[in-house]
């Protein structure tokens, strides 16, 4: 009896979720002059988003990976491009600087190219405190993201 609730659970959930989506993409961090390059996998439910990303940058001296969770809200939807607003936390490394953790707050869009395939944006700005003020900034990004 109990493993068949759980397993009704479970296939609730899944039924609930609107889509999981796997993306790829290029991003510019404008403060520090620098280029990278990302994967991210997500999960959508109506308005609500959460989003697991990794990314690294080259920089003069080495290289800065960050590992991002991402919340978002569908802030509107205007001819099927999608504006939400985000915020969350980084895990940064670095070889160059202090490793630690930043705050992330942003904007994003998404708009279909085809069925399962979209063009993504964002602008996100990194606030770090104490030693990790270093990684204060603003990056912008462009990718693709395929939806199941």
């Not at 959460?50 to 001296?61: I, K, M, P, Y």
């Not at 990976?65 to 895990?91: C, H, M, P, T």
């Not at 964002?122 to 405190?129: P, Y």
Request: glycine fraction near 16%; charged fraction near 15%.
């Amino acid at each position: 009896m109990k493993k068949t609730l759980i397993g009704l659970a479970l296939l609730s959930t899944i039924g609930s979720a609107s889509a999981l989506d796997f993306g790829v993409g290029y991003s510019r961090d404008i403060s520090n002059d620098v280029n990278g390059v990302g994967i991210s996998v997500g999960e959508s439910w109506k308005n609500f988003s959460l989003t697991a990303s990794a990314e690294r940058f080259d920089v003069a001296g080495g290289n800065h990976d960050q590992v991002s969770l991402i919340g978002g809200y569908q802030l509107i939807k205007v001819a099927g491009v999608a504006i939400e607003g985000q915020f969350g936390a980084s895990y940064i490394t670095s070889d160059v600087a202090k490793d630690g953790l930043i705050g992330v707050v942003g904007l994003g869009a998404s708009m279909p190219l085809y069925r399962n395939i979209s063009v993504t944006s964002n602008v996100r700005r990194n606030i770090g405190s104490g030693d990790m003020k270093v990684h204060d900034g603003t990056t912008a990004g462009l990718g693709l993201k395929y939806s199941f």
